[in-house]
């Protein structure tokens, strides 16, 4: 599994962000794929998951309603569309393969991050 992720970047409160992650369309058929967030000083937390099954994301409590995760199987890309976004939105974003998409923290496989800084 190989997973590449675009490049992020400084954002102020309230603006918006669209991250990339290139992966394979074997990735895209057989694994649930999304993202999580480590943030300095706190545990990696799901950001969103969508499932190879039936297509059904499943999003943080603290991010539902501003982000958007959605795959792209003509480019086999994942992208996650973040807006409104807040200074709590900062870390390193990574995507990742998930055992399960449910509970948001079954990761398996994730590229190297990038890093999405929300300040003013």
């Known amino acids: 599994v190989q997973l590449a992720e675009s490049v992020g970047g400084l954002v102020q409160p309230g603006g918006s962000l669209r991250l990339s992650c290139a992966t394979s369309?074997?990735?895209?058929?057989?694994?649930?794929i999304g993202w999580f967030l480590h943030a300095p000083g706190k545990e990696r937390e799901g950001v969103a998951c969508?499932?190879?099954?039936?297509?059904?994301?499943y999003y943080a409590d603290s991010i539902k309603g501003r982000f958007t995760i959605s795959k792209n199987n003509a480019d086999n890309t994942v992208s996650l569309q973040m807006n409104s976004l807040k200074e709590e939105d900062s870390g390193v974003y990574y995507c990742?393969?998930?055992?399960?998409?449910?509970?948001?923290?079954?990761?398996?496989?994730w590229g190297q991050g990038t890093q999405v800084t929300v300040s003013s």
């Open positions: 990742s393969t998930y055992s399960f998409c449910s509970t948001l923290d079954e990761f398996e496989t």
């Open positions: 369309r074997f990735t895209l058929d057989y694994y649930n």
């Open positions: 969508v499932t190879i099954a039936d297509g059904t994301a």
